[in-house]
């Protein structure tokens, strides 16, 4: 595939990806890669490119003779990050926001817990970094930056748990909180008790102390629920 066919079909998918997962084409629509291939004004080798990226993400199924048709919600990949993107920019955002902050509440504080029995020092020392990048960034509407640095705090959280289960759940962790920054579900500067709660996580997987980690943790989880109640009720 040349570069101009990788951009088209790029196109392609950021018109039909948003289009499904916000329910335009419901469970058992079927598309036509012909017309599809005229309307988005592509070739069909482009069409079906874009087909097969949707297939990998199970939102669609081809069949030939019959088409490309559009799967029941329960069959996608949710885990996908860019099926997360997509939904996160649809009108069920808040819901697929709470679905996605639940999870991260059942996994990341035992996450942190094992964190502090398995990080490694160097581990130790970036998710000091990462905390203290927030709290450099928690002030003077810069929640870019924060972004950046929060991502990496609970990256280095669900990579140090040493489960490497935990440690795939870095991407879907990393779209809920860039989702929660870009479509502004998040008060003009962080939480400073959340800011805060960060930097003594990484205290307390520095010292190896596993029920401080989980249990402030858990009130990161908590303390993100309850601001979803308040931004996306």
Known sequence: MTTSDRGLHGRVLDALGPAITAGEY??????RTDELAQRFEVSRSVMREAVRVLESMHLVESRRRV??????TAEWNVYDPQVIRWRLAGADRPRQLRSLTVLRSAVE?????LAA??????QCAELTECALGMVANSRGH??????????????????ASGNEMFARLGDVVAEVLAGRTHH??????PDPAAVTLHVQVAEAVREGDAARAQELTQQIAEGALQELDILAP
């Open 26 to 31: 419901p469970s058992g629509s079927v598309l």
């Open 67 to 72: 088409g490309v048709t559009v799967l029941p």
């Open 109 to 113: 504080p035992v996450a942190a817990g």
């Open 117 to 122: 029995k398995f990080a490694t020092p160097e």
């Open 142 to 159: 810069r929640l870019e930056g924060y972004l950046v640095h929060d991502i990496a705090f609970h990256r280095v959280i669900l990579n």
């Open 184 to 189: 502004e579900v998040m008060f003009e500067d």
